[in-house]
Antibody, heavy 117, light 106 residues
Framework: QVQLQQWGAGLLKPSETLSLTCAVY????????WSWIRQPPGKGLEWIGE???????NYKPSLKSRVTISADTTKKQFSLTLNSVTAADTAVYYC???????????WGQGTLVTVSS | DIQMTQSPSTLSASVGDRVTITCRAS??????LAWYQQKPGKPPKLLVY???TLESGVPSRFRGSGSGTEFTLTISSLQPDDFATYYC????????FGQGTKVEVK
């Protein structure tokens, strides 16, 4: 059974860097894309980007200048870095497995990141 | 970017009702569309993929249809557990979600 467990700092000040990590259990890491999605409080879902350790990364164009997604295949982990955060980046951040056939089929539990001075 | 327009944003319904949610893509996405159900405080749950294929374990009262730019999710007989927010997602080119449809008690 595939499980994703995520962690990272939950409170940031404006201009700081958001950093989250997601560990993958029970699945071959290199066979899939692995994604980050966020959801501002009370709002909808926003896809941020994805990584396949063999192929590369894809990012939402409007976030591309501030986002980096990286992977550590030996640890079966992937990470999200978002630079220069503002209050608009306050959201629950989810990691998920991207199955090219089915979409986002396994999700992490979510991490609330609050940006406040 | 491919834009996804979902309607309605809120839907009031009763147990037993037939419910339909619509999702429109700004350009053709073939059948690369998924539907998710989300309950408060939980991650989304995949219901339907490739526009019309039910994910394993999802009740048969859920049905997805459409292709190209027009898609629908139908719940044939709404059950108490179905009151939630539903999102469509295109995965034809990168990924984009619809704005969501909250199904609430009438």
């Amino acid at each position: 059974q595939v499980q994703l467990q995520q962690w990272g700092a939950g409170l940031l000040k404006p201009s700081e860097t958001l950093s989250l990590t997601c560990a993958v259990y029970g699945e071959t890491f290199s066979n899939y894309y692995w994604s980050w999605i966020r959801q501002p409080p009370g709002k909808g879902l926003e896809w941020i980007g994805e990584i396949n350790s063999s192929v590369g990364t894809n990012y939402k164009p409007s976030l591309k200048s501030r986002v980096t997604i990286s992977a550590d295949t030996t640890k079966k982990q992937f990470s999200l870095t978002l630079n220069s955060v503002t209050a608009a980046d306050t959201a629950v951040y989810y990691c998920a497995r991207t199955n090219t056939l089915t979409g986002l089929d396994y999700w992490g539990q979510g991490t609330l990141v609050t940006v406040s001075s | 970017d491919i834009q996804m327009t979902q309607s309605p944003s809120t839907l009031s319904a009763s147990v037993g009702d037939r419910v339909t949610i619509t999702c429109r893509a700004s350009q053709s996405i073939s059948s690369w569309l998924a539907w998710y159900q989300q309950k408060p405080g939980k991650p989304p749950k995949l219901l339907v993929y490739k526009a019309s294929t039910l994910e394993s374990g999802v009740p048969s009262r859920f049905r997805g249809s459409g292709s190209g730019t027009e898609f629908t999710l139908t719940i044939s007989s709404l059950q108490p557990d179905d009151f939630a927010t539903y999102y469509c997602q295109q995965y034809h080119s990168l990924s984009t979600f619809g704005q969501g449809t909250k199904v609430e008690v009438k």
